[in-house]
């Protein structure tokens, strides 16, 4: 009787992989493409562009219901960034005014 010399092992004790073939060859879809208005209403949104972020993503949003393709995430971001800037642009305009007022208020008693 023979024996035949062991397999060789690495040194952390775990045999070595084999190499796989596969049965047949793999066929990927590949992946849809990323709405172009949804990467523009993220962008503007980053800008701050108040406005712009807001009809972009309701656009990207409608095309990516029709058309199947990625990107609703960025869209609702950009949606997101949209709106929160026209919010802080309105506080921003009322504090403007509201401290215009103030100071002239303020410059009525200074000067009289």
Not at 8 to 37: F, H, L
Not at 54 to 59: A, K, R, S, T
Not at 64 to 82: C, D, F, P, S, Y
Request: glycine share 12%.
């Amino acid at each position: 009787m023979s024996y035949s010399q062991p397999p060789p092992q690495s040194p952390y004790g775990v045999p070595p992989a084999q190499p796989y073939m596969a049965a047949y060859p793999m066929y990927v879809q590949p992946a849809p493409p990323t709405n172009g208005m949804s990467i523009g209403a993220l962008v503007t949104g980053i800008l701050g562009l108040a406005i712009v972020p807001v009809i972009l993503g309701h656009i990207a949003l409608s095309q990516i219901k029709r058309t199947g393709e990625q990107g609703r995430g960025m869209a609702i971001a950009g949606l997101v960034l949209g709106y929160v800037c026209i919010v802080a642009y309105v506080v921003l305009i009322v504090g403007l005014v509201l401290f215009g007022y103030w100071l002239d208020d303020q410059l009525d008693d200074f000067y009289y």
